[in-house]
């Protein structure tokens, strides 16, 4: 009778297997040679897979959960996937060099997917980039249901202006990260205080920063820049996104399950410093922690102890070691001078490498 029931069970659980498998590819559509001339009438997000490619297996089963919530939800964007293999020329077209290759196709514009290949960070991306550029913030109530809802977002105050038309090229070419929103005066909240106007703001870590031309130059680079928290759980995917700020990465390599006082310690003091010294640093460096030394031994080809702070220039691929021992904040405020003062020896000869297959970005 058990064993009955076992059977029973397991074909159970295999239809229901086999049901949601097909609804999930009911609406996830194979694109053709077609696509080319259909693809303006709607918003499409497309997965240019290889038949072979592993990363292309790995990726299929989280494709299709996005077609099914996309379907779900009642979202107005299409999703589709086509074989780049097959369709060599038009997945040239649209700049397709390595699978699998996820893209956005809004009208004549492509804007490439570079988050973690996770269905809320997909869906996510695909509502961000289908709607409006610059989104409206009408009311305060509006503007509070932002700040609850996004952890960093930029926002533009004022009429027309070149800062404006500035702000709008950086968001066509931003969007893919991070959200724009437009505001008057009087919408945004009370704690906020601005020397002039027009003004683009950055709203994160809860507080606010105000952009300015003189200190931090191209309007682009500082909405690249400022386009990540203060202080970040680090991950090889961030430190990959982290290339483009320019900025040092500051890192505590800890083993998270370790609760002893030099652990705690020294993720709390990278903390500290993050929030208590932004203003001295933030133009330089980014701060966060790393959960044990596993990655970072490999990317710096190198053998750290556990724990430590290591400093990465990711952008030349060098990195820092300590040059002290760090009992406390002020400490690790010193070090930091000295390395911007040059003092600290550069690892130059154990550069460190970025390995596509450390990201499980694609084949």
């Given at each position: 009778m058990a064993a009955w029931r076992c059977r029973a069970a397991l074909r159970l659980c295999a239809t229901?297997?086999?049901?949601?498998?097909?609804?999930?590819?009911?609406?996830?559509?194979?694109?053709?040679?077609?696509?080319?001339?259909?693809?303006?009438?709607?918003i499409w997000l497309v997965d240019f897979y290889a038949p072979w490619c592993?990363?292309?297996?790995?990726?299929?089963?989280?494709?299709?959960?996005?077609?099914?919530?996309?379907?779900?939800?009642?979202?107005?964007?299409?999703v589709g996937k086509m074989d780049a293999t097959s369709y060599s020329s038009i997945a040239s077209e649209f700049g397709v060099r390595g699978y699998p290759t996820i893209k956005l196709l809004k009208g004549d514009l492509a804007y490439n997917y570079r988050?973690?290949?996770?269905?809320?960070?997909i869906i996510e991306f695909a509502h961000r980039v289908s709607g409006a550029l610059i989104r409206p913030l009408p009311s305060q109530q509006m503007f509070e249901h932002m700040q609850k809802r996004h952890r960093v977002f930029f926002v533009y105050i004022g009429g027309e202006s070149p800062l404006k038309e500035k702000y709008i090229d950086a968001a066509s070419e931003l969007i893919v990260y991070t959200y724009f929103f437009s505001a008057s005066e009087e919408v945004v909240p009370e704690y906020v205080t601005l020397k002039e106007m027009p003004a683009v703001l950055v709203f994160k870590d809860e507080t606010y920063f105000v952009y300015d031309e003189y200190e931090d130059g191209d309007l682009s680079s500082w909405i690249n820049r400022e386009r990540f928290q203060n202080y970040l759980a680090m991950d090889g995917f961030l430190l990959?996104?982290?290339?483009?700020?320019?900025?040092?990465?500051?890192?505590?390599?800890i083993?998270?399950?370790?609760?002893?006082?030099?652990?705690?310690?020294?993720?709390?003091?990278?903390?500290?410093?993050?929030?208590?010294y932004r203003d001295l640093f933030h133009r330089d460096f980014q701060f966060g922690h790393m959960d044990?030394?596993?990655?970072?031994?490999?990317?710096?080809m190198d053998e750290l102890t556990v724990p430590t702070v290591v400093v990465l220039n990711t952008s030349n691929q060098q990195y820092?070691?300590?040059?002290?021992?760090?009992?406390?904040?002020?400490?690790?405020?010193?070090?930091?001078?000295?390395?911007?003062?040059?003092?600290?020896?550069?690892?130059?000869?154990?550069?460190?490498?970025?390995?596509?297959?450390?990201?499980?970005?694609?084949?």
């Amino acid at each position: 009778m058990a064993a009955w029931r076992c059977r029973a069970a397991l074909r159970l659980c295999a239809t229901v297997v086999l049901i949601n498998m097909v609804v999930c590819k009911g609406v996830v559509e194979d694109l053709d040679e077609s696509f080319k001339e259909n693809r303006n009438d709607d918003i499409w997000l497309v997965d240019f897979y290889a038949p072979w490619c592993g990363h292309c297996k790995k990726l299929e089963p989280i494709w299709n959960e996005v077609g099914l919530e996309m379907k779900s939800i009642g979202s107005p964007v299409k999703v589709g996937k086509m074989d780049a293999t097959s369709y060599s020329s038009i997945a040239s077209e649209f700049g397709v060099r390595g699978y699998p290759t996820i893209k956005l196709l809004k009208g004549d514009l492509a804007y490439n997917y570079r988050g973690p290949r996770t269905k809320d960070d997909i869906i996510e991306f695909a509502h961000r980039v289908s709607g409006a550029l610059i989104r409206p913030l009408p009311s305060q109530q509006m503007f509070e249901h932002m700040q609850k809802r996004h952890r960093v977002f930029f926002v533009y105050i004022g009429g027309e202006s070149p800062l404006k038309e500035k702000y709008i090229d950086a968001a066509s070419e931003l969007i893919v990260y991070t959200y724009f929103f437009s505001a008057s005066e009087e919408v945004v909240p009370e704690y906020v205080t601005l020397k002039e106007m027009p003004a683009v703001l950055v709203f994160k870590d809860e507080t606010y920063f105000v952009y300015d031309e003189y200190e931090d130059g191209d309007l682009s680079s500082w909405i690249n820049r400022e386009r990540f928290q203060n202080y970040l759980a680090m991950d090889g995917f961030l430190l990959y996104e982290l290339g483009d700020t320019g900025k040092l990465v500051a890192i505590a390599v800890i083993d998270e399950k370790n609760t002893s006082v030099e652990h705690t310690r020294l993720k709390s003091i990278i903390q500290e410093v993050a929030r208590d010294y932004r203003d001295l640093f933030h133009r330089d460096f980014q701060f966060g922690h790393m959960d044990g030394n596993d990655y970072i031994n490999t990317l710096l080809m190198d053998e750290l102890t556990v724990p430590t702070v290591v400093v990465l220039n990711t952008s030349n691929q060098q990195y820092f070691l300590l040059d002290r021992q760090i009992k406390n904040v002020e400490d690790m405020v010193q070090f930091i001078n000295n390395i911007l003062d040059g003092i600290v020896e550069l690892q130059a000869e154990k550069s460190f490498r970025y390995r596509r297959i450390f990201y499980g970005r694609g084949c």
